[in-house]
């Protein structure tokens, strides 16, 4: 039977994303509507970026906590932004028991369980966080506070996709409390930093540094900074966001401390979080009609070994050679398997690597070993050579670094190819339609760009910090511009 194929990216590229993570053995749906089950595959690509993104948040002085999954109704209308921000998305724990049915009908909710006070299964946690903030910080000496939490949230999204957009999914939100405003802008933009570098020097995947619009800042901050990335079908995807909070939360929870000077002051307060979209972002920016391409740096396996044997004594002598290989290999920090299963071919397997995006594939037979060959095959261009044995450790720790830097730059070439500036209003509805980044002039007012995106689904992602502020006019209304901000369909 030959292995399946998947959908080509050019006839249907939902189609392909949703059979890739299912084919690639990433996750499937669950019996729970827009629930997913992150399978053991996945989850080894969602750990490998908890475990750096974690190393690299504590570099940042940031320890990790744990909160409560409910959170009392009266916490979230505290902020009365926050709560409209989230209102649509709430799910609600009203009842504490069930009972069984009189009518034998299985189990119903006892109605004499009714809750006192109705309690939010957690969207994003500012409000449980900063009621408990309230009970830690009392002087200048408590601060600053720099908490993080992994967990679950739930956002009760009608249209669902797996790891894009789920009702319940997996983050961390980090939660940090200072005493000045200066210190907690520095901190929102500190983050965003380490969320960018991560994206790019370990997902490989460029992403454009910015400040939201109003429209699109979080519920209840001041300023949310992001970084935006480009998919292969034109699309941005939001992969990663930092709030500067400013004193709203402080206030709405009676969060204040007494300064040097033992004034009472407001606490001022940042948060920020990633999410497991980022395995959506994954997918999109880099795999191919073949599978999963994963950038080295992140995947679970870098280097798949396949011994090709007929008989068991074949096997023996080819391990003889290969487990010396994969032994330095792991001295070098590098994560190899060596597939000795008898379950299925070596073309099979071939294409089960191929499928998962392992970076490198040794494959070596009885005649490689006769003469002292190996084959070599990576996975971002499908491109295989035979070498010597000797050397392949060195070479392959190299290549690695090659195959890392060559998918990052083919990310970077693509949005380059597709981020272009646009300065009339008819440029824009024809070339919107293109996809990409559209740099655009923009008058600063919200009522625009909701007509803008009414119009045309285009929003602004984020208006670049280092972008083009050579003053202009709005491509809508004409109006004076102080710098092109950048625009797409987004997911």
Not at 32 to 57: H, T
Not at 66 to 77: A, E, G, T, V
Not at 165 to 193: C, I, P, S, V
């Amino acid at each position: 039977m030959a292995y399946q194929k998947l959908t080509p990216r050019s006839e249907n590229y939902s189609q392909w994303y949703n059979e890739l993570v299912v084919k690639a053995d990433l996750a499937e749906q669950s019996a729970v509507r827009g629930c997913m089950v992150i399978k053991p595959y996945g989850y080894a690509i969602w750990e490998r970026i908890q475990s750096d993104l974690d190393r690299r948040f504590k570099e940042q002085g940031v320890q990790n906590a744990y909160f409560p999954l409910l959170i009392p109704k009266s916490f979230l209308s505290r902020e009365a932004e926050h709560v409209e921000g989230f209102a649509k998305e709430c799910a609600v724990v009203t009842h504490h028991r069930l009972k069984n049915d009189p009518e034998g009908k299985g189990v119903v909710v006892d109605p004499e369980a009714r809750l006192e006070e109705e309690l939010i299964i957690r969207p994003t946690s500012e409000t449980i966080i900063w009621s408990t903030y309230k009970n830690w910080i009392t002087s200048y000496r408590d601060l600053p506070i720099l908490c993080n939490q992994w967990c679950n949230v739930m956002r009760w999204e009608m249209r669902t996709r797996l790891f894009l957009r789920t009702a319940e999914f997996l983050w961390q939100e980090g939660h940090t409390a200072h005493a000045t405003r200066e210190e907690a802008e520095d901190y929102a933009r500190k983050m965003l930093d380490v969320y960018a570098d991560f994206a790019e020097n370990v997902m490989a995947i460029p992403v454009l540094k910015g400040v939201k619009s109003p429209n699109e800042r979080f519920a209840g901050a001041l300023n949310t900074y992001c970084i935006e990335a480009m998919m292969q079908d034109g699309k941005a995807l939001q992969a990663g966001t930092s709030h500067f909070l400013g004193q709203n939360f402080a206030k709405s929870f009676d969060v204040t401390f007494l300064t040097k000077e033992n004034k009472a002051e407001y606490v001022w307060a940042t948060s920020w979080g990633v999410s497991t979209r980022l395995m959506g972002a994954l997918i999109m920016t880099h795999s191919d009609d073949n599978g999963l391409v994963l950038p080295p740096h992140l995947a679970p396996i870098q280097v798949a070994i396949v011994p090709i044997f007929k008989k068991a004594e074949q096997l023996d002598e080819i391990l003889s050679k290969i487990n010396p290989i994969a032994d330095q290999l792991k001295a070098l920090g590098i994560r190899v398997k060596v597939d000795t299963a008898d379950n299925m071919t070596p073309g099979f397997k071939f294409a089960e690597y191929e499928m998962r995006g392992v970076p490198v594939r040794l494959a070596i037979g009885a005649r490689d070993i006769e003469n002292g060959t190996i084959e070599v095959a990576r996975r971002d261009t499908l491109t295989k050579e035979t070498l010597p044995l000797e050397g392949i450790v060195e070479h392959v720790s190299q290549l690695l670094e090659d195959i890392q830097a060559n998918i990052f730059q083919k990310a970077l070439d693509f949005r380059t190819a597709n981020t272009r500036n646009c300065d009339s209003w008819e440029e824009f509805k024809e070339e919107i339609k293109k996809g990409g980044f559209l740099m655009c002039h923009w008058d600063g007012t919200p009522e625009t760009e909701e007509r803008i995106k009414e119009e045309t689904k285009a929003t602004i992602r984020c208006i670049p910090l280092a972008g083009d502020k050579t003053p202009g006019k709005c491509i809508y209304t004409g109006k004076p511009s102080t710098q092109r901000v950048a625009f797409a369909i987004a997911y």
